[in-house]
């Protein structure tokens, strides 16, 4: 058995369309959405989002229109949105589907259950959100979806702080 660098169903760089090129070289947040419908949990690990300060604060992101997570926000209207730290890299593979989690990948952390849906029980910085558009447009091979940031819980603040998890040329990093 070979252990490879990169993932092994990931296209050649030069195969890779200019826009997904260029898109790899920002540092992209790795945060995990997660929503809950009639007792049914999902959740997606989400770089493709921009926070809108206003009154409401939003949030914008791009998701995956078959994924369990879109259908489990779109009945339920409601969403927590978790910032991912360095150590929390394995979680994020899990809900993005690239690392294998027995049991799901809910089985992998602690959960408390929330008004806006499942969220991580450990001191993550999360949001409570509310969905607010019937129609979501097409983003790329997404959709774009906008949520109303409802609740907002901070974590620890520095020295104890972990680094946040960000997303770079397909490998995490910490950033500082």
């Avoid at 489990?72 to 690392?99: C, Q």
């Amino acid at each position: 058995m070979t252990i490879h660098d990169e993932h092994p169903f990931t296209p050649a760089e030069s195969g890779r369309s200019p826009a997904r090129r260029f898109r790899s070289r920002l540092a992209s947040p790795v945060t995990l959405w997660t929503a809950a419908h009639q007792g049914q949990r999902a959740g997606l690990t989400v770089s493709s989002l921009l926070v809108a300060d206003g009154d409401p604060g939003l949030v914008v992101g791009i998701l995956d229109p078959l994924s369990d997570l879109w259908d489990a926000l779109r009945a339920s209207g409601r969403a927590v949105i978790s910032v991912l730290d360095w150590p929390d890299r394995s979680l994020a593979d899990a809900f993005g589907y690239v690392a294998p989690a027995p049991g799901g990948p809910f089985t992998l952390a602690q959960w408390t259950e929330s008004e806006w849906g499942p969220r991580l029980a450990a001191g993550h910085t999360w949001a409570g959100c509310q969905l607010l558009d019937v129609d979501h447009p097409t983003a790329g091979w997404g959709i774009l979806v906008r949520l109303e940031i409802a609740h907002v819980e901070l974590g620890p603040d520095a020295p104890t702080e972990q680094p946040p998890l960000v997303h770079r040329r397909g490998r995490y990093s910490a950033a500082d």
